[in-house]
């Protein structure tokens, strides 16, 4: 059975930073894609960020390029996301999202696993 858990959400004040972290049990992380997503109330789900599945290779949205940086640790099955110069827009639910197929993909669909997320929240 896949698990992915994330951690590490929180309150912060605009500027701050955060680093989340996702462990992932149940599948053979070092071939799998990750990713993460985000979800704000009355949004959609929308990517953040994705990392090959050796880490050379990652993809940014926009919105977070420069200031999140995402990274994994194959043998702790572990990928994090940290999040500098946080605004209240960040304001959100944070997916992390496996995925088996080849490629780091930006569409939610195109991944098989999912966490339950971890909220985090950006006061002004």
């Known amino acids: 059975q896949v698990q992915l858990v994330e951690s590490g959400g929180g309150l912060v004040q605009a500027g701050g930073s955060l680093r989340l972290s996702c462990a992932a049990s149940?599948?053979?992380?070092?071939?799998?894609?990750m990713g993460w997503f985000r979800q704000a109330p009355g949004k959609e789900r929308e990517f953040v960020s994705a990392?090959?599945?050796?880490?050379?290779?990652?993809v940014y949205a926009d919105s977070v390029k420069d200031r999140f940086t995402i990274s994994r640790d194959n043998a702790k099955n572990t990928v994090y996301l940290q999040m500098n110069s946080l605004k209240p827009e960040d304001t959100a639910v944070y997916y992390c999202?496996?995925?088996?197929?080849?490629?780091?993909?930006?569409?939610?669909?195109?991944?098989?696993?999912w966490g339950q997320g971890t909220r985090v929240t950006v006061s002004s």
């Open positions: 999202a496996a995925r088996q197929g080849s490629g780091a993909p930006t569409l939610p669909t195109l991944y098989d696993y």
């Open positions: 149940g599948l053979t992380f070092s071939r799998s894609r």
């Open positions: 990392i090959s599945r050796s880490g050379p290779s990652t």
